[in-house]
């Protein structure tokens, strides 16, 4: 039996943001994603919080309420100069401090950089970072094959309104599609063009196909999807994880609920 598998609700596209270093300008692009409703991922440095610039401990946990806050090493780092000890210090301690603050497991990350080597990629793996963002463009929107190798699909700055009307605009058959869109606050009044974040939100906002998550979230689902179990005959799907995955059978789209078992074949 042929099936598909869908984002939740039964969606075959989502969309997500992951900005950098928690510069003050994160205020005012929050404010944007609030506004619209957009879910973004927002990489810090703890040794920065509360410097000049940057936006302070005592606000953290309310500005990125309904985001995600995820890691971005202590001090900014070059990861691949560093020994396996600061490696580390700069990814642990990180963890630690936001944790305290936003109450939940931070297990996320960006490449200060951009730069990595599989040293820091194996660490990371030890230190409770279960995906890693790079700044490699695909300028697609494929799903990601190695979560700690996490390629976006551009900046900002690449274009992203013609890249929203390819989004929108994929044909029927179109596989689960990912548009993921990076980089840092402090670029839009560095660059005069708040109005191209404003613009893009405003249109890529309210969609009923798309599924608009910070990046946690999409990692948490897609590798879920793949754990899903199917019998020989691809009549019976099993869903081991804790998260209720979508999957369409026949003409229907089905929740597949956490630790439960769905007989497909009754379902056309």
């Given at each position: 039996?042929?099936?598909?598998?869908?984002?939740?609700?039964?969606?075959?596209?989502?969309?997500?943001?992951?900005?950098d270093?928690?510069?003050?300008?994160?205020?005012?692009?929050?404010?944007?994603?609030?506004?619209?409703?957009?879910?973004?991922?927002?990489?810090?440095?703890?040794?920065?919080?509360?410097?000049e610039?940057?936006?302070?401990?005592?606000?953290?946990?309310?500005?990125?309420?309904?985001?995600?806050?995820?890691?971005?090493?202590?001090?900014?780092?070059?990861?691949?100069?560093?020994?396996?000890?600061?490696?580390?210090?700069?990814?642990?301690?990180?963890?630690?401090?936001f944790?305290?603050?936003?109450?939940?497991?931070?297990?996320?990350?960006?490449?200060?950089?951009?730069?990595?080597?599989?040293?820091?990629?194996?660490?990371?793996e030890?230190?409770?970072?279960?995906?890693?963002?790079?700044?490699?463009?695909?300028?697609?929107?494929?799903?990601p094959?190695?979560?700690?190798e996490?390629?976006?699909?551009?900046?900002?700055?690449?274009?992203?309104?013609?890249?929203?009307?390819?989004?929108?605009?994929?044909?029927?058959?179109?596989?689960?599609?990912?548009?993921?869109?990076?980089?840092?606050?402090f670029?839009?009044?560095?660059q005069?063009?708040?109005?191209?974040?404003e613009?893009?939100?405003?249109?890529?906002?309210y969609?009923?196909?798309?599924?608009?998550?910070?990046?946690?979230e999409?990692?948490?689902y897609?590798?879920?999807m793949?754990?899903?179990?199917f019998?020989?005959?691809?009549?019976?799907?099993?869903?081991?994880?804790?998260?209720?995955?979508?999957?369409?059978?026949?003409?229907?789209?089905?929740?597949v609920?956490?630790g439960?078992?769905?007989?497909?074949?009754?379902?056309?």
């Amino acid at each position: 039996m042929s099936f598909e598998l869908y984002y939740p609700f039964g969606k075959k596209k989502a969309m997500t943001f992951s900005y950098d270093d928690g510069q003050i300008h994160d205020r005012r692009l929050v404010g944007i994603f609030n506004k619209y409703r957009m879910k973004a991922t927002f990489h810090l440095n703890s040794g920065t919080i509360g410097t000049e610039g940057f936006i302070s401990r005592e606000e953290l946990p309310s500005l990125y309420e309904g985001h995600e806050v995820s890691c971005h090493g202590v001090s900014h780092p070059h990861l691949t100069h560093l020994s396996k000890e600061e490696i580390v210090y700069e990814i642990w301690e990180d963890r630690r401090y936001f944790e305290s603050l936003v109450k939940y497991p931070v297990r996320g990350m960006s490449y200060p950089f951009g730069e990595y080597d599989d040293i820091v990629v194996k660490s990371l793996e030890v230190l409770g970072i279960t995906y890693s963002r790079t700044v490699n463009t695909t300028d697609c929107f494929l799903l990601p094959g190695n979560f700690l190798e996490w390629n976006p699909t551009c900046h900002h700055n690449d274009n992203i309104m013609s890249k929203l009307n390819s989004f929108k605009n994929q044909p029927h058959w179109a596989a689960l599609s990912l548009f993921y869109i990076y980089g840092h606050s402090f670029e839009f009044p560095m660059q005069n063009n708040w109005e191209l974040i404003e613009e893009f939100c405003e249109k890529a906002a309210y969609d009923p196909d798309v599924w608009y998550a910070t990046n946690i979230e999409i990692k948490d689902y897609i590798c879920a999807m793949r754990q899903l179990i199917f019998n020989v005959d691809q009549t019976l799907v099993y869903n081991p994880t804790c998260i209720p995955v979508w999957i369409g059978a026949g003409q229907r789209i089905i929740e597949v609920k956490s630790g439960l078992t769905v007989i497909l074949d009754q379902l056309s």
